[in-house]
């Protein structure tokens, strides 16, 4: 693959190979002696129209320890905000010969529209609520190193799973890779027809959660919501937020996800984000692990310059 624009498109043996390669990262991350220079002399640019604090970081960090020249640009204060469009922009980038853009937008479908006006390598670090790829590999990457494998694992997914594109890469990797993927929210947060798809739902999440091996928590997305969906905090929380008696309703060995930025006491409890059973620093690790695998990935697609 030249572009890595969704978790949609990829095969098992293609998520699985993501994984390996990733889980080698890992040590070469942890390890300076082990780094290598895949990608010397290539430019990265980090084109982000919406705020990141995880994604962005993590993938300069990844371009970094693979050698590239990694370039942040600087959305809000670019000629962006004279009117320039996106696809003026990406070429206008394009021009300048980078290897790779990392682009997030808040338009679902921008970055696919992106990738067909520019001859570099795109990856998509979001778009609107359509797809996020490298979240749903290192979230499946966390998975896979504490619990061994993804095959057979019942994952319920929690919370505002219809503005969530994180919720969506990971629906159709989990499903691609073998797990069964339960999604609880109001029901108003649920996407219109899902369970036609094969996906369980539930609006309770006591039965929800039950013998649920991976609880995985989302943000609400007030910026997606128009002011539709505005329950009292302390009334979605009491029903959906995750604090110890929730979490109680899953296996006991249960873990916890959350991609980030977490809202502590709207969607999860302190206790429970910072407890025995959250993941949510690790995937935050495995997220820098993750990019370093999909940009090492693409290289053997750039062309020569
Ligand atoms: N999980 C995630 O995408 O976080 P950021 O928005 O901070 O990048």
Do not use: W
Request: with cysteine; hydrophobic share 45%.
């Amino acid at each position: 693959h030249r572009h890595l624009l969704g978790i949609e498109g990829l095969s098992p043996l293609d998520i699985q190979a993501l994984l390996d390669l990733a889980d080698e990262q890992v040590e070469v991350s942890r390890q300076v002696e082990k780094r290598k220079t895949t990608l010397r002399g290539r430019t990265q640019i980090n084109l982000f129209f919406e705020a990141s604090t995880r994604t962005q970081s993590s993938f300069e960090i990844a371009g970094k320890r693979l050698g590239a020249d990694v370039m942040n640009m600087q959305v809000g204060s670019s000629s962006v905000k004279k009117g320039e469009t996106l696809i003026d922009t990406a070429v206008t980038l394009n021009a300048m010969r980078p290897d790779i853009i990392v682009v997030r937008h808040h338009a679902a479908g921008a970055v696919h529209l992106l990738a067909q006006k520019v001859d570099c390598s795109v990856v998509n670090a979001g778009d609107g609520a359509h797809e996020h790829p490298t979240q749903a590999l290192l979230d499946a990457l966390t998975i896979r190193r504490n619990k061994g494998r993804i095959e057979g694992l019942t994952v319920a997914i929690c919370g505002d799973i219809l503005h969530s594109r994180v919720a969506r890469s990971n629906m159709i990797l989990l499903a691609a890779m073998g797990a069964r993927v339960r999604l609880v929210a109001p029901s108003t947060l649920i996407p219109p027809g899902i369970a036609r798809l094969g996906f369980e739902t539930f609006t309770s999440m006591k039965e929800g959660l039950k013998d649920a091996d991976i609880v995985m928590m989302l943000r609400l997305q007030r910026e997606r919501m128009n002011g539709s969906f505005v329950p009292s905090v302390k009334e979605y929380f009491r029903f959906y937020g995750l604090d110890q008696e929730k979490l109680s309703f899953a296996k006991p060995d249960a873990l916890v996800m959350h991609p980030g930025p977490m809202n502590r006491g709207v969607e999860i409890s302190s206790d429970v984000a910072d407890g025995a059973q959250s993941l949510i620093r690790e995937q935050v690790e495995m997220g820098v692990a993750v990019r370093m695998a999909v940009l090492e990935a693409l290289a053997s697609h750039l062309p020569n310059r």
